[in-house]
């Protein structure tokens, strides 16, 4: 077969070098129908040439790595999130039945918007610092003094509940994955009745949503009062203010959020860093305390660890016919496997 110099190319192995910030390669997968590297500080999404270029039209063309997430496994979210659902949804444990390519896409947006708030709560918390330090050289001169400002309050405050929002849209999507049209048009009301019904009210998943219901519908019913405000919702975010008695306010999130909700301040900084409290971990693993009546095996352990993370075995040129220039150019151009 009298391949052209760009098919010598195209078939020949390959390896990746991916940018330090990556961090060790903990795991390679599909999502969202392209593969990504899973490494220990970033998430990088690989394409090769013939997914650019699938006609073979330009030898030049290379493979590509692009940076999607600044947040690898060492983070927290990455671990409880990607990780748990890559392990969790796998054919292994819940066999084939179960969509696990759309409960990892959902599970990747949702870390997507976690890591999102986690972004604008570290920079809230870190400007909100520098102001307090700021604040000890605060003088007032000819009865004039200049109020520190934490910026654009409002539109942090619009993003991070939004974002709140699509997390909370992506755990039921995950749901309906386990239970489909069992549940009702009530969102988490309808699921929290369904387990009601199907485990008892002393289930640890029915506890677990009976705790978490008031709060995800309060995070619906914020997203809905700081997008589509009226009478009966709506959502007012002040800036650091002078009291008074002299102090300084911090900002304040203050609004209407729903007829059946109380009235009055919210301190806007407590309420971005105590959002995860709702999650009761204890009501999760309750279950795993009780005496079980069966028990489905696990699978083994693989005793073999893979030696490299190469998209296609590196065969060298054994089996393969290929001109100096074309070799050359194939040298010049690949990329380590190391991260």
Request: proline share 6%; aromatic share 8%; no cysteine.
């Amino acid at each position: 077969m009298n391949d052209r110099p760009i098919d010598k190319v195209r078939n020949s192995a390959l390896s990746l070098t991916l940018p330090p910030d990556t961090g060790s390669i903990s795991d390679m997968g599909e999502i969202n129908g392209a593969l990504h590297m899973i490494g220990g500080s970033a998430i990088y999404r690989l394409q090769l040439a013939d997914e650019i270029d699938p006609e073979r039209t330009n030898i030049a063309i290379p493979n590509t790595h692009q940076k999607v997430l600044s947040y690898g496994t060492e983070f927290p979210y990455v671990r409880q999130t990607l990780m748990t659902a890559r392990r969790l949804f796998s054919n292994n444990v819940l066999g084939s039945a179960f969509d696990y390519k759309t409960g990892i896409n959902v599970s990747f947006e949702a870390l997507h918007d976690l890591a999102a708030m986690h972004d604008i709560r570290k920079d809230v918390r870190a400007r909100f610092d520098k102001i307090a330090e700021d604040l000890k050289n605060l003088t007032v001169e000819r009865r004039s003094m200049t109020v520190p400002s934490m910026g654009d309050v409002r539109g942090e405050t619009k993003a991070f509940l939004q974002k709140a929002d699509h997390v909370a849209v992506a755990l039921f999507n995950i749901a309906k994955l386990f239970y489909g049209d069992e549940i009702g048009p009530r969102w988490f009301a309808s699921l929290h009745k369904l387990a009601s019904d199907k485990y008892g009210d002393n289930d640890g998943f029915t506890k677990f949503l009976k705790a978490a219901l008031p709060f995800l519908q309060f995070v619906r019913n914020a997203r809905n009062a700081v997008e589509h405000p009226d009478q009966a919702k709506s959502v007012k975010v002040t800036d650091i203010s002078l009291l008074p008695s002299g102090e300084l306010n911090p900002p304040k999130m203050a609004g209407v959020v729903a007829a059946q909700l109380a009235r009055g301040q919210t301190n806007f900084l407590g309420s971005l860093f105590g959002l995860e409290r709702v999650f009761r971990p204890e009501y999760l693993l309750a279950d795993h305390a009780k005496p079980f009546d069966y028990q489905i095996p696990l699978p083994a352990e693989p005793t073999r660890r893979r030696a490299s993370l190469y998209v296609h075995t590196p065969r060298g040129r054994k089996g393969r016919s290929i001109d100096v220039a074309t070799e050359r150019f194939v040298d010049e151009t690949r990329m380590s496997a190391t991260s």
